[in-house]
């Protein structure tokens, strides 16, 4: 979906969200439940309908034929999910007005549901009979006539979209309690673009609406057709939520785009309904930030927990909760999440993780699992984010990359300072282009010696760059055109007036579409020049103020830090100095200045002995 697309989408769920306000009884912090069961539904049949030439396909092919499979049979294999007539979105919104559009839509989704046992008691039924009124049965009906609109060829990931947007809009408790907040969507495909999760299973322990997996189905898709690979999609992804709700949610969202998997209830503190040790290919996941009350007693022998160490050195006063004993709690969960992620990991694994900027120096035992992991070499990169990327808060956080292929080894630890990569969307929102996402990602795979993929890049926007020229330069001959074309004088002023207000209109519209075909090639040739400049020979290198790679001896001398900050450096672009030189003139000022503050000081006592001698 285009940004344009996407705030079209925002303006329908703010007349839904008004319809919902005026007309209903329920409190904003209800509205997403029937809005997004509607919204499953619609891009259910967007799917559904993309996929039914091919579903008629295979029942032409079969029929009459001993290995004839059921419409809902074909279509599971194909979609991920069957539609009967009565569960399509064109279905319920052609029913006429005097029908109960409420037991429709709850029929729909037992329909769903019968047909994908994954879904059972996941989807909305019951909330769509309390929009009903004494006096007015018509809400149902106007919702569905409002996400109508949404265009044939909106994708899935919108749907962790639009929780977002009812997030930040309505704040919604689901996301607003224990350091949670979820993951903007170009965060996430830059994290997926990192560790590549092609094939195999996927585990997200905190895995909120699903939107970690949604964006790694999306990156199979794209790299299968570069790869020019015909084989079935082979992913599974395992997900566990706390918030029952949107346990609801994640499922709806890995139903929607066809997906393969679980999603489970449970407190990934406690719980471990996958039997996570060094089970999963790739880990993803955006877990809740710097959560203090985590009971030390039920988890320190737990070794998906405690392999690199626990966290401790807190008691934590139970008599105020009215408990006859204290209870022994970690004093930050935020490295029970890094263990976790560290030990779910086969030996081949991967994993990308969002953590409080905060982790990456944290003191005390914190300290000594950083340091851990860090001689284990599981830790592959760290980078940090910029800040206000999140819907909900403006919290500063840092990416962890997991290589479990290098445990065993002291191999360098790619930092990434990317604090000046963004785009800025509203005063209060930033977030990654595709071109940065690509960009950053080329970082970390010339870093694995990927030098092929880099060359790949720069013809694809050498290629996107010729074509907006050529474009562009087609549109200019349009504008010259049209400039030729000025209407005559005549002597009839109002039809004179009339032909140039039309010709004028013509021409500026021409120009603002040469304009923007003309900044996009410069939009391209900027990505070219930006990669040029930093790897111009192709090849991983340092870039201060960008990227480092540093060895366990430097980062020992750092004190175990895995602050980007720290490596990187800082560029001085207003003066062109190095850091070094920078440094050196900053000492120079520094002793001038002081020598300058001495003379000062004795001027005034001259002055003021002066004037005491005139009184």
């Not at 007693?297 to 405690?306: A, C, E, L, P």
């Not at 001689?375 to 990416?399: R, W």
């Not at 790949?456 to 074309?485: G, I």
Request: proline share 4%; charged share 30%.
């Amino acid at each position: 979906m285009t940004a344009e697309q996407l705030k079209e989408l925002e303006n329908t769920l703010w007349q839904a969200a008004d319809k919902l306000r005026v007309d209903s009884g329920l409190k904003a912090s209800e509205y997403a439940t029937p809005i997004l069961g509607l919204i499953f539904l619609r891009f259910a049949s967007i799917r559904y309908n993309r996929i039914k030439p091919e579903i008629e396909a295979v029942l032409i092919s079969q029929k009459g034929s001993r290995m004839q499979q059921s419409e809902s049979e074909i279509a599971i294999a194909k979609c991920g999910f069957y539609l009967p007539k009565e569960a399509q979105y064109e279905y319920l919104l052609a029913l006429p007005e005097e029908e109960d559009i409420a037991k429709a839509i709850k029929h729909a989704m037992e329909e769903i549901e019968k047909y994908k046992p994954e879904l059972l008691d996941s989807l909305p039924k019951e909330e769509y009979f309390k929009l009903y009124s004494p006096d007015d049965r018509t809400l149902p009906k106007s919702l569905l006539k409002i996400f109508a609109n949404i265009p044939e060829d909106a994708t899935g990931d919108v749907f962790g979209k639009v929780y977002e947007y009812f997030l930040s809009e309505f704040a919604l408790a689901e996301g607003q309690g224990g350091g949670e907040f979820f993951t903007p969507t170009s965060v996430v495909k830059l994290m997926v673009e990192v560790i590549e999760p092609y094939k195999g299973t996927i585990f997200d322990p905190a895995c909120g609406s699903g939107g970690m997996f949604v964006q790694s189905s999306y990156f199979v898709d794209r790299r299968r057709e570069e790869l020019h690979d015909t084989d079935t999609k082979d992913l599974m992804v395992y997900g566990a939520e706390r918030t029952p709700e949107t346990v609801k949610l994640a499922r709806m969202n890995i139903a929607v785009n066809g997906l393969r998997g679980e999603i489970k209830p449970a407190n990934s503190y406690y719980e471990d309904p996958y039997n996570s040790y060094q089970k999963f290919d790739y880990v993803m996941a955006n877990p809740p930030f710097n959560v203090d009350d985590v009971n030390l007693d039920r988890v320190k022998n737990q070794i998906r927990f405690n392999e690199y160490g626990i966290p401790q050195n807190k008691t934590k006063s139970a008599a105020k909760k009215g408990k006859e004993k204290d209870v022994n709690t970690v004093p930050n969960a935020n490295y029970l999440w890094i263990n976790l992620f560290a030990t779910s990991l086969k030996p081949t694994g991967r994993a990308a993780l969002v953590m409080a900027n905060s982790a990456s120096d944290a003191r005390n035992s914190e300290a000594d699992i950083r340091k851990n992991l860090i001689k284990s070499g599981v830790i592959d990169a760290m980078l940090t984010l910029p800040k206000n990327m999140f819907y909900t808060v403006t919290l500063p956080a840092t990416l962890w990359f997991f290589d479990k292929s290098n445990a065993g080894t002291e191999h360098k630890i790619l930092f990434v300072d990317a604090r000046n990569i963004f785009r800025q969307v509203t005063r209060a929102l930033r977030e990654f282009t595709e071109e940065h996402i690509q960009n950053i990602a080329t970082i970390f795979r010339l870093f694995r010696g990927e030098t092929e993929r880099l060359t790949a890049l720069l013809n694809n926007y050498k290629a996107r760059a010729a074509d907006y020229a050529n474009q562009a330069s087609a549109q200019l001959e349009v504008v010259e055109q049209l400039k030729k074309e000025k209407p005559e004088n005549t002597r009839d002023s109002k039809a004179e007036e009339r032909d140039g207000k039309r010709w004028q209109k013509q021409v500026e519209e021409a120009e603002k579409q040469y304009k923007a075909l003309h900044d996009k090639q410069v939009y391209f040739e900027i990505q070219i020049q930006w990669l040029n400049e930093r790897f111009p020979n192709g090849v991983y290198e340092d870039v201060t103020g960008l990227c480092k790679a540093a060895t366990v001896a430097e980062i020992e001398e750092q004190d175990w830090s895995l602050n980007p900050g720290r490596y990187v450096g800082v560029v001085i672009e207003e003066d062109g100095l190095t850091e070094e030189e920078f440094l050196v003139e900053m000492k120079e000022r520094h002793s001038l200045l002081h020598n300058l503050s001495l003379k000062a000081a004795n001027l005034e006592k001259v002055i003021s002995s002066n004037f005491n001698s005139i009184l």
